[in-house]
């Protein structure tokens, strides 16, 4: 099955911009979405298909890719949105999906 | 509003079975593909299986192929997984989640339930 990289964790100051990767085969042919999660909380969509956001979803969040990279960039980063993020997609065939391994991001 | 709240998680021996259920509510259930996802204590998402928005397509994740089995009741706007020969590695957080609808072939899952925590004893 396919794998999706993300770094481990990165950090932001207040009010920067922050750019998180997600690496995998199978985005050469499926957009990737992507996924904020809180402590304790269930995750939340942030982003899907070529650069859609969810309805209530601040537009500091935006997202884009190219070839087997998928990224989302907080643009102005809030205190809130310290969280862990991972990115989604089919897999290569298409008949699974597959998570990253997540990305921590910390707002400094 | 959209809601999925699951049931029936708990502790459970390994080798046993254990099914789990999520109701649906705040929107047409049979026009929408559904997923389950778990998390284990401390790490992070794994996807575990998708079922389409007629049942007719069912697929698996392959640590759990032959054990678990994703269905759905459309009458009562309910999503299950069966959960059979539990082991330790089955231990998580089990969430349901919503996919597309039938129109639309995208791969998102942009409503999520609070989560089911089953716990695989020895």
């Known amino acids: 099955s396919s794998e999706l990289t993300q770094d481990p964790a990165v950090s932001v100051a207040l009010g920067q911009t922050v750019r998180i990767t997600c690496q995998g085969d199978s985005l050469r042919r ?6 904020q999660q809180k402590p304790g909380q269930a995750p939340v969509l942030v982003m899907y298909g070529k650069n859609n956001r969810p ?7 935006s997202g884009s890719g190219s070839g087997n990279t998928a990224s989302l960039t907080i643009t102005g980063a809030q205190a809130e949105d310290e969280a862990d993020y991972y990115c989604n997609s089919r897999d290569s065939v298409g008949y699974q999906y597959v998570f990253g391994t997540g ?3 910390t707002v400094l | 509003q959209v809601q999925l709240v699951e049931s029936g998680g708990g502790v459970v021996q390994s080798g046993r ?5 999520c109701t649906a509510s705040g929107f047409s259930f049979s026009n929408y593909a559904m997923h389950w996802v778990r998390q284990a204590p401390g790490k992070g998402l794994e996807w575990v299986a998708f079922i389409s928005y007629d049942g007719n ?3 698996y994740i ?3 192929k032959g054990r678990f089995t994703v269905s759905r ?3 009562k706007n309910a999503l299950y997984l ?4 539990l082991g330790a590695g089955d231990t998580a957080v089990y969430y349901c989640a919503r996919g597309p609808p039938y129109y639309d072939s995208g791969s998102y899952l942009d409503y999520w339930g609070q989560g089911a925590l089953v716990t695989v004893s020895s």
């Open chain 2, 73 to 75: 009741d459309d009458s």
């Open chain 2, 57 to 59: 397509s069912k697929y």
């Open chain 2, 82 to 85: 069966q959960m059979n020969s």
């Open chain 2, 62 to 64: 392959d640590s759990v």
């Open chain 1, 103 to 105: 990305t921590k991001v």
């Open chain 2, 17 to 21: 079975s254990l099914r789990l259920s």
């Open chain 1, 55 to 61: 309805s209530g979803i601040p537009d500091r969040f």
């Open chain 1, 30 to 35: 499926y957009y990737a979405s992507w996924y």
